[in-house]
C-alpha cells in the first residue's frame, strides 16, 4: 500500500512539474526561488556552478534542478536546501549530452502548495564545435611594403591587422563570437620587444585597452610565438614592443639627417654671404 502512495505521489508530482512548465511558472504565496550560475559561457569540459536561494525553506522539501538545450533535457539532480535557504550543485560538461553549442537553460523547481521555477541561461560551446584557423595575414607596412603574420585562432575570426609605429605595436582586430584565444608568429625583422642588452623582454598586450597577460609557448631566433586569450565580445588586441617596422626608423633617420644637413648648408651659404 505505501509503495502505490509513493508511486501515485511521484505520478503526480512529475504531470504537475510538466503543466508548469507549459504554462509558465507557478508562484506559492510567500515563497520564491532563484537561480544562478557562476558564468555565462562554458566550453566542453568545464565545471559548472549552479546556486540559487529559496526565500522560505522547508524541512524535508528539495530543490530540483535540471539543465535543458532546446527542450531537451541534458542534467537533472535534487538538492537539499540549507537553513538560509541557499543551495548549490556543481557538473562536469562533458560526455555525450554535452555535444551541441547552444544556449542552454538551467531550471530550479521548488514545490510547496504549487510548484515555483526560476530560470536562467548561459552559452556552451563544445570542443568539437568550436573552429580552429591557422593562416597568414598580410600585414600593411606602409611604405616598407607588406610582411606575413602567421597566426592561429579559436573561438573567433581576424578581420584586420594594423601597425601603429607611434606606439611600436600591431593591432590584430577580432570578431570574437566566444571565449577562445590566438597564436601569433611575430617576425623579429618587424616587431619586437627587447631590453636595453638586446634580450627580450615582455610584450605588452592591451584588449580593449586593459592589459592582459600573454605567454610564450615558443621563441625561435627570427621569431616570438605569443598566446592570447579572449573573451567573447573583445575586439581589439594591441601588442606592444620596443620597436616595429625597423625601416620606419631607418627612414626617419635618414629625414632627420637631410634636415641637419641642408641646415648645414642653409648656415654655410648664409656665412660666406655675409662675408
Known amino acids: 500500500m505505501s509503495i502505490e502512495i509513493f508511486v501515485d505521489s511521484r505520478i503526480f508530482y512529475s504531470l504537475a512539474l510538466l503543466l508548469a512548465i507549459s504554462t509558465g511558472?507557478?508562484?506559492?504565496?510567500?515563497?520564491?526561488v532563484l537561480v544562478e550560475t557562476d558564468d555565462n559561457n562554458?566550453?566542453?569540459g568545464d565545471t559548472i556552478v549552479i546556486s540559487g536561494e529559496v526565500s522560505t525553506p522547508l524541512p524535508g522539501v528539495n530543490v530540483v534542478i535540471q539543465i535543458f538545450r532546446e527542450g531537451t533535457m541534458v542534467a537533472i539532480a535534487q538538492k537539499p536546501i540549507a537553513q538560509d535557504g541557499t543551495f548549490s550543485h556543481t557538473i562536469l560538461a562533458e560526455g555525450p549530452l554535452w555535444k551541441k553549442s547552444g544556449?542552454?537553460?538551467?531550471r530550479?523547481?521548488?514545490?510547496?502548495?504549487?510548484?515555483?521555477?526560476?530560470?536562467?541561461e548561459f552559452t556552451y560551446s563544445s570542443k568539437s564545435e568550436v573552429s580552429e584557423t591557422t593562416t597568414n595575414f598580410e600585414v600593411d607596412a606602409g611604405s616598407s611594403g607588406t610582411f606575413d603574420v602567421k597566426y592561429t585562432i579559436k573561438g573567433g575570426t581576424v578581420k584586420n591587422m594594423v601597425v601603429d609605429s607611434k606606439t611600436f605595436a600591431i593591432i590584430v582586430q577580432i570578431d570574437a563570437t566566444d571565449e577562445g584565444?590566438?597564436?601569433?608568429?611575430?617576425?623579429?625583422?618587424?616587431i619586437g620587444a627587447e631590453k636595453q642588452d638586446g634580450k627580450?623582454?615582455?610584450?605588452?598586450?592591451?584588449i580593449d585597452g586593459i592589459e592582459v597577460e600573454s605567454y610564450e609557448p615558443a621563441v625561435h631566433s627570427e621569431s616570438r610565438v605569443i598566446t592570447i586569450n579572449f573573451e567573447?565580445?573583445?575586439s581589439d588586441i594591441e601588442i606592444i614592443g620596443t620597436?616595429?617596422?625597423?625601416?620606419?626608423?631607418?627612414?626617419?633617420?635618414m629625414v632627420l639627417i637631410v634636415g641637419i644637413m641642408a641646415t648645414v648648408l642653409a648656415t654655410r651659404n648664409k656665412f660666406q654671404i655675409g662675408v
Open 25 to 32: 511558472t507557478v508562484f506559492a504565496e510567500g515563497f520564491s
Open 42 to 44: 562554458y566550453d566542453e
Open 103 to 106: 544556449t542552454y537553460s538551467v
Open 108 to 120: 530550479a523547481s521548488y514545490e510547496v502548495g504549487g510548484i515555483i521555477i526560476s530560470e536562467t
Open 181 to 190: 584565444e590566438i597564436t601569433l608568429d611575430l617576425p623579429r625583422e618587424f
Open 200 to 206: 627580450d623582454d615582455t610584450f605588452i598586450i592591451l
Open 232 to 234: 567573447q565580445g573583445d
Open 243 to 253: 620597436y616595429v617596422i625597423p625601416e620606419f626608423g631607418t627612414i626617419a633617420m
